[in-house]
């Protein structure tokens, strides 16, 4: 199978649905379940690569990040990236990367588009100018970009649409998604299922992705797509539990654009490897974070004098160098090292967070952690 | 001597005027001629105190940084700060700290302001709300913020006052240097020299103020104040040339608010110890850095592809794991991280270029190496 030589899963464990694995890839090894921070311009907002390194339990850092495509091919353009050596040389990575297709931004960013069956024509947010996207040309820009795991290029309806309207959809994705699975060549590539709130519809996306071989290889990953676009909590989890199950057992599940710590760990409750999300990285510029107890709105008056960490829990340099009334001093100052010591903090959590979830996965613990975190995040977030 | 408790100084070295020396204070010892990078709000801005610590040569960060009264009384409040166990404890700094006395800011900053003997009434540039400083509360307040060296309270002259207006401010300043050294208790204070363009005013103010002594103490070091505040480089040169070498021997003698690397340069061969400026920091978030070929506008299209080395001569995080031309992509996508890599780079070429200028004093080299710096830098300005 053409897959294993661009990426490889080992299944380690399984504790209920749960699942504790490894892929591998000529970037490194990555730790599954694992949260990918993202680093839309080939940065991780608020941080140098070298901090980045860094991060999280023990000072390893994480062992794969996301870049978008969208925004790379548009500056500093892919040409580029690819004559400066790929997205890890460009920004100084020496680990794995994934890029998304360009299609989620695509259909939320770009200001003019014209979606036909062979791509997507649309004008560049930043400057007007015209690009066209089609399954070819997004896989192979994530190619030339040198990144480690590639997303086909689908179409991501809006929430609220028809069931026509989305099945509609779907089969433009699942024809798209043959088209990207063709012009795989080195990097490897993740199919993504499409299907909207609907059931039925998800059911025959899953069938229809996992299925799909071009020369007797498949694709290299499954990730559920189309969720977190504004449906409410309960249906997305209700999507997730339904169509998790039904993924590959071998190969990797990624749950895309997900979520908040209680989210990832319910995702995990469902059976995904990998998550995604820009909530740690944008909730930090804000200043919310992510506690052991639940969310802490740095800002509030009460933290003016609180000499206490941040998290007494957390091991990383914010929560043990500096106090809460630190914090809200540079954050209501608008401080730049607000973003940077609130971004540390929030990935390093959700980098702790899923250490955590695979020593209890791997223990045959999940199902009390996964209790005990729940009722520990929802008591503070009522404190 | 009462200062000797307070902050000792020994003069190592002397290379015709150049001086090589240690002041020893509470937070360590500081070699000198040194460099402080200005954490205004108790933040060198962009950087963690984490990151500030492993700056420059051999990553030993600054041994001493400034904080500004002004600023920090504003928010988060010298009651707070105090009550928080100081500036050091608030920020996670266990270096040495020196603070201006608020003279500086209030005169430039504060939107409404009465001077009388007694003191300056102001109101914040914030809020509006109403403050009132004086030589006394001045140094109080510095002192209940922990800080190694505090700065007397002075009248800063703007440029191009007449002669008769200057000396009359002048004198005041003097006057109020005698009560800022009679309120000194723990911290050690710096006395500072007004006078403006004028040397006869200069020479007037260093025999006041390097001849203060209450209850046996004199000042713990004298600061050459109202430079740097618009008039032509060539002119303020005129009056550190002619002032330095007026200033106590055997006393720390720190050039305030100044300046680029030349001007460090040319100020040590003047006399000078201490240096400190916003140039580093501030320049860094507009893009210009400084290298050993002279000044980078890193926005300049001719870097987009650029892969070497912002300075090829730095050994800093920035020059040794980023490109110039990924710190062009950052900088003109506004990223955070153009900020920190930016901050990284400009704060440890001043602090290398302090150990080089170390160096070459305790060698009787430094007026060698300051005639090949000068000329280096010279002609990368001019490429």
Chains 1, 2 share one sequence.
């Not at 940065?43 to 790379?72: A, C, F, M, W």
């Not at 989305?166 to 499409?194: D, N, Y």
């Not at 039925?200 to 007797?216: C, P, T």
């Not at 990935?347 to 520990?376: C, T, W």
């Amino acid at each position: 199978m053409p897959s294993g030589s661009r990426l490889q899963f080992e299944l380690l464990h399984e504790d209920g649905a749960a699942r504790r694995g490894v892929v591998h890839t000529p970037h490194g090894s990555i730790q599954t379940p694992v949260f990918m921070p993202v680093g839309t311009r080939a940065s991780v907002k608020g941080l140098t690569t070298d901090q980045l390194q860094r991060l999280g339990p023990n000072g390893l850092g994480p062992e794969i990040i996301l870049n978008n495509t969208y925004h790379l091919m548009l500056r500093p353009g892919v040409d580029l990236v690819e004559k400066l050596g790929g997205v890890h040389k460009f920004m100084g990575w020496d680990r794995a990367v994934l890029t998304d297709s360009g299609g989620f931004q695509l259909f939320s960013l770009a200001s003019i588009r014209k979606i036909r069956e062979e791509g997507v024509e649309f004008r560049s947010h930043i400057d007007g100018s015209p690009y066209f996207l089609s399954p070819e040309s997004s896989v192979q820009i994530q190619t030339r970009m040198g990144v480690d795991i590639a997303m086909a290029f689908d179409e991501c309806p809006a929430y609220g649409l028809s069931h026509a309207e989305v099945e509609k959809s779907m089969l433009l994705t699942h024809r798209w998604a043959k088209r990207s699975l063709e012009a795989r060549t080195t990097s490897a590539l993740f199919g993504i299922v499409q299907g909207g709130v609907h059931t039925d519809l998800r059911k025959r996306s899953v069938e229809e992705i996992a299925s799909l071989h071009v020369n007797g290889g498949g694709f290299d990953g499954v990730a559920i797509g189309g969720v977190s676009v504004g449906e409410p909590k309960q249906e997305m989890f209700e999507v997730v539990d339904f169509t998790a199950p039904l993924l590959p057992r071998d190969r990797p599940r990624y749950l895309m654009g997900v979520g908040t710590p209680e989210d990832l760990v319910n995702g995990v409750a469902a059976g995904i490897d990998m998550f995604d999300c820009v909530m740690p990285t944008r909730n930090a510029r804000n200043g919310t974070l992510f506690t052991s107890s639940g969310k802490v709105l740095i800002k509030n008056a009460g933290f003016a004098s609180d000499e206490g960490p941040l998290d007494p829990r957390c091991g990383c340099v914010t929560c043990t160098t500096v106090s809460r009334a630190y914090l809200r001093h540079l954050y209501v100052n608008d401080e730049i090292a607000a973003s940077v010591y609130n971004t540390i903090h929030n990935v390093s959590f959700y980098l702790d967070l899923m250490r955590s979830i695979r020593d209890a996965v791997a223990s045959n613990s999940f199902g009390l952690f996964r209790q005990e975190f729940l009722s520990r995040v929802a008591s503070g977030e009522a404190a």
